[in-house]
Each structure stands twice: as structure tokens, then as C-alpha cells.
């Protein structure tokens, strides 16, 4: 068990107790960036600016833009810093990251 446990996403169980995953790890906070490219802003009452914008019936192109995908996880997640993103027919589909802190 961890010393200071998160939830794992997605929430699951693991030999009969909650998995989780330490506080703070690379893999809580890949968790955590997961988190917020799969929100739209406004979806969370207690954060409503918290997210990506939902562009589907707004733009020609229904996906945000690489630059908003970056500016939303380095402005709701500072232990991270994006250092790349792998785009498919303009979609951000990898997002390489540096955990604050690491070399």
C-alpha cells in the first residue's frame, strides 16, 4: 500500500481494497493530466474553468487546438511541464511530459 495513496484511474479494486497509486508518483500525475484532457470546461461545478474547451459545434475542426491542449494541463496540473505532443489528423493523441522536479 502507498505511503500517502491516491485513488487509481480509472477507480478499480485490487485484491479485495481499492487500487491506488503514491501521491506525488509519475503515475499519479500522468493520472491526473489524463484527468484533465478528459474534462470540458464548465462539466465540474466545484472548478467550472477546470479542462479543455468542448469545440465540437464550434469551430470547423471539432478537437482543441495543441495549444490549448498544453496551456489547460500545465495551467491545472503544475507538477507537470508538456514537452511534446504527438498530433493524428490534427488530434492530440500523446502528450510527453516532464514531472517537475526530475532531471
Known amino acids: 500500500m502507498p505511503e500517502l ?3 487509481r484511474a480509472p477507480f478499480s479494486l485490487s485484491g479485495g481494497s481499492f487500487a491506488a497509486v503514491e501521491q506525488d508518483s509519475p503515475e499519479e500525475i500522468a493520472q491526473c493530466v489524463e484527468a484533465v484532457c478528459k474534462t470540458f ?3 465540474r461545478i466545484d472548478a467550472p474553468d477546470y479542462g479543455i474547451r468542448d469545440e465540437t459545434f464550434t469551430t470547423q475542426t471539432p478537437s482543441p ?3 490549448a ?3 489547460a494541463v500545465e495551467e491545472a496540473e503544475p507538477r507537470a511541464h508538456v514537452l511534446g505532443t504527438g498530433v493524428v489528423e490534427g488530434m492530440v493523441r500523446r502528450i510527453v511530459l516532464r514531472v517537475r522536479g526530475e532531471a
Request: glycine fraction near 8%; proline fraction near 8%; charge should be neutral.
Open 5 to 7: 495513496p491516491h485513488f
Open 41 to 43: 470546461v464548465g462539466s
Open 65 to 67: 487546438s495543441v495549444a
Open 69 to 71: 491542449v498544453v496551456a
